[in-house]
């Protein structure tokens, strides 16, 4: 019977194939059922020859003819045994071409016939010729049927032949909350009859056993060899490995985060970390999210209790690498700030001496209490997790408020009751901003423009603060040095900006509290406009921060640089947000929000060629995240008129003042006019309706009346860049399941020269590439002088995988972690060679 036309072509297509390959086909055919085809198929350069009885012959035309010529033989017989195979060694020097299906099927793949069972086990598979394709350039010459059967997985899951890779993709296919979701590894080889041998891999590389192998039940295997909670599990090294690659791929991590958040539910993690001994510790393990919480809890705990900071920090760092770090990383950074904040404390000495030593000891470090407190406040806020911190936020309150503010407002105010006028001889009156740090330098030959920026309520610390960080940013930039100013009195924002405006004589109506420079309102923008016009005969322009950000560079900008030497730029976010009583619990927030909008303001400014620039406040602020104590309300002393009452002071005439309060008149505050304020010392609020209490103004504290002046300068392009590291102490051998070695930083972190290294580390077979331990990452980020403070310890343990590559050269490869880049880029890399004793058994480690 003929062969079907379909049938025919694809025997002479594998016959092209073969004949591509080989010099010489043998095409045995015991029935003669392909004669007809032999006869038909006419290939080109190719001569056929049919053997019957002509061995001997058809050895002599091929052995004299051209070392290009390529030969068909058609045998109509059966295959001799190898003793009396004339061709024998045609045959074992060429190829051997069946037209069964079978035989056809794994020719077309480009496999030899030893592979014509698997062919016949898996006929569906080679029914396409796509796969088929795909499965041949996929293919080795030294692949065995495992390999084989590994790559057909591959095709068919359109995944590359690993078995890891294949996990992963199953993974991603299953959603674990459902249990009635069709089983992916079924799903995708089932009709291909390979399910099995997906399990007969996974189980050589894991050690997974069991009668009905399925995702569900390897995974809560997986994950309790892998986790340091709950039953040890059964699996070989590499779960750990391979939870690793899971963990740091970015496609396949939402799996592994369902996975883990469902096996945390089923295998009741929570109760165990519950019921865990103090002595468990998770050092790196980040299975679950559930000890990531753990890990925090216990720490604010211990934060409590008798452990040390260097204890407490350590553990945080610990946990850099951990894949909730993101999630959780507002709770470290509370708890590292409620640290800071307690060192800072037990260091503090809090006594003011007299009213300049106060103002140069609150510049000189007190402030970092208030920045420890604020920052501590905001990462807890942000990390929205009330329950857990309220102990340490508890505590925070009570420290800050009885042990800080108390004390210090206390004792300042005691200095500013014996004042007879306000003013410094150690700090500049705030109405000397102008003359200074606007005047002078519009006056040098060297600038030709100024752009100052006023922040609402940007009071010293978080000035420092922002400072601080622009000069620890690396690159071009800006670099920022942090001056202070006496702010006026009463501290509150129509005064403050007025009083940094050109003009001679400041004053303010007693009935509304609208300030005057020289008699002219300087209340809003446009009033300040023609203030800041007449001092710079029409080359001043004051505009609020949101119309400036709006303008565009090359238009409204160009022009707006073009027209104006001195362009003042009026922020508001800590003012607006903090005094109201609605929104007053955001005030740690809104210095955040502060900062970035300063950060946009300053890159206009880079955009329209500003060199240099200046930012400061009208005023500071006090500030306490809980509702105020009973205590510290104030009733508003006998006067013959109060005609204007704030929380932090009021304004009248024939004031009285109480007993822990203080009055001062226009004339003593600098000012004009024949009205007195009174002011209540210490924390004291006056009392009013519809305004909040925790955060406050216009009184005489530390923190409301100490202005911060940031001065910056466009810097020049330098040259930064990451420390380096150097390998100490790798082994030129492995000879068991760890590899310990050192990583030295050569030099100490440095603000904008020189940065801190992430790095990734693993150990990899040179062969293949294949991962043989789980990721280390590691932060260089030490400023230590001392070198031996810069030097790591680092130990990777090695996945049973390993024991494949005995005796082969692995590749020790360090990877840098770049800010924004997903894949870290290669940094250094040492080969060395594993030579494992004999006797050793890498399932042991």
């Known amino acids: 019977m003929p062969a079907s036309p379909a049938t025919t072509t694809r025997i002479h297509d594998s016959l092209d194939g073969a004949l591509a390959r080989k010099r010489v086909v043998l095409w045995y055919d015991p029935s003669g059922e392909w004669a007809e085809d032999f006869d038909n198929y006419q290939p080109k350069a190719v001569e056929k020859l049919r053997v019957e009885g002509n061995e001997f012959s058809v050895k002599v035309a091929i052995s004299r003819a051209a070392l290009d010529q390529r030969f068909l033989l058609y045998l109509p017989s059966a295959k001799p045994p190898e003793q009396g195979n004339w061709l024998l060694d045609l045959l074992l020097a060429g190829h051997e071409f069946t037209a069964d299906r079978a035989s056809l099927d794994i020719q077309e793949a480009g496999l030899t016939l030893e592979f014509k069972e698997l062919a016949q086990q898996h006929k569906a598979f080679f029914r396409s010729p796509v796969r088929t394709t795909k499965l041949k350039e996929l293919l080795r010459p030294n692949d065995n049927e495992a390999a084989v059967r590994l790559k057909m997985l591959a095709v068919l899951a359109k995944q590359p032949p690993d078995i890891d890779k294949l996990l992963l993709h199953a993974f991603g296919q299953l959603e674990p909350a459902n249990p009635d979701g069709d089983d992916p590894v079924e799903a995708l080889y089932g009709s291909q009859q390979l399910s099995g041998h997906f399990w007969k891999a996974v189980g050589e590389k894991f050690g997974y056993a069991s009668p009905e192998p399925n995702l569900r039940d390897f995974t809560v295997g997986l994950f309790n060899s892998v986790s340091s909670i709950g039953p040890s599990g059964e699996l070989l090294p590499h779960a750990r490995v391979f939870l690793s690659i899971w963990k740091d791929s970015l496609s396949s991590r939402p799996a592994f985060e369902q996975w883990s958040d469902h096996l945390a539910g089923v295998l009741r993690v929570e109760e165990q970390l519950n019921d865990a001994p103090e002595s468990y510790e998770p050092d790196d393990d980040d299975s679950y999210e559930l000890i990531e919480r753990f890990v925090l809890s216990r720490l604010l705990q211990r934060f409590q209790g008798d452990a040390s900071d260097t204890e407490l920090l350590e553990t945080i760092r610990n946990r850099s690498s951990s894949c909730w770090l993101e999630k959780h990383q507002h709770g470290y950074r509370a708890l590292e700030q409620a640290i800071t904040f307690r060192g800072l404390l037990a260091k503090a000495d809090l006594q003011v001496p007299s009213f300049e030593e106060g103002l140069q000891r609150y510049c000189n470090g007190w402030w970092r209490l208030d920045q420890a407190y604020r920052r501590c406040i905001f990462h807890a806020r942000t990390y929205q997790q009330p329950g857990l911190l309220k102990p340490l936020r508890d505590w925070l309150e009570a420290q800050y408020v009885n042990n800080v503010l108390l004390p210090l407002t206390n004792r300042w105010s005691d200095q500013v009751a014996g004042l007879a006028s306000w003013g410094s001889s150690s700090l500049p009156r705030q109405k000397q901003f102008h003359m200074r740090y606007v005047h ?41 040095e942090v001056e202070a100013l006496l702010g006026v009195l009463p501290s509150y924002t129509q005064l403050g900006m007025a009083a940094l405006l050109p003009g001679v004589q400041l004053g303010l109506n007693p009935s509304d509290s609208n300030a005057l420079v020289d008699g002219q309102s300087a209340a809003g923008t446009e009033n300040r406009d023609k203030l800041l016009k007449a ?118 005439s024939g004031i009285k003042a109480s007993a822990g309060q203080k009055v001062f008149t226009a004339g003593e505050l600098g000012l004009s006019g024949s009205w007195e304020a009174v002011f209540p010392l210490g924390l004291d609020r006056f009392p009013r309706s519809g305004s909040g209490s925790r955060f406050v103004h216009g009184g005489t504290s530390l923190q409301e009346v100490v202005v911060p002046v940031i001065k910056l300068k ?47 580390i693993g150990l990899y077979a040179k062969a293949d590439g294949a991962l043989l331990c789980a990721h280390r990452s590691v932060l260089l980020d030490s400023a230590a002088s001392e070198a031996r403070e810069r030097e790591q310890q680092v130990v990777l343990e090695l996945s049973n995988a390993a024991g494949d590559y005995n005796n082969k050269t692995l590749e020790l490869r360090l990877e840098q972690q770049l800010d924004g880049v997903a894949t870290p880029v290669p940094y250094k890399s040492v080969e060395l060679k594993l030579q494992r004793p004999f006797g050793s058994d890498f399932d042991d480690f």
């Open 535 to 652: 001092y710079a005969k029409g080359r001043a322009k004051a505009i609020k921060a949101e119309d400036f950000l709006s303008l565009a560079t090359s238009k409204e900008g160009a022009e707006l640089t073009r027209d104006y030497d001195l362009i003042v730029i009026y922020h508001n976010c800590i003012d607006r947000i903090g005094d109201k009583r609605e929104s007053e619990a955001d005030t740690c927030q809104a210095v955040e929000q502060t900062f970035d909008e300063l950060e946009l303001i300053l890159r206009k400014i880079a955009g329209l060629k500003g060199s240099q620039a200046v930012i400061t406040a009208d005023h500071g602020f006090l500030f306490q995240q809980e509702p105020v104590d009973a205590n510290d309300r104030a009733e508003f002393p006998p006067a013959s008129e109060l005609s204007f009452k704030n929380r932090r002071f009021a304004l009248g």
């Open 440 to 480: 002078a330098p519009l006056s040098s030959k060297g600038l030709k423009r100024l752009f100052v920026v006023i922040s609402d309520a940007l009071r010293y610390e978080a000035a420092r603060d922002f400072a601080d960080r622009l000069n620890n940013q690396a690159g071009k930039g800006w670099q920022a």
């Open 714 to 760: 466009r810097e020049r392009k330098v040259e930064s860049r990451v420390v380096e590291a150097e390998l100490l102490r790798v082994p030129a051998k492995i000879t068991t399941g760890k590899l310990s070695f050192g990583l030295f930083q050569l030099e100490p972190v440095e603000p904008k020269k020189r940065l801190p290294l992430q790095l990734r």
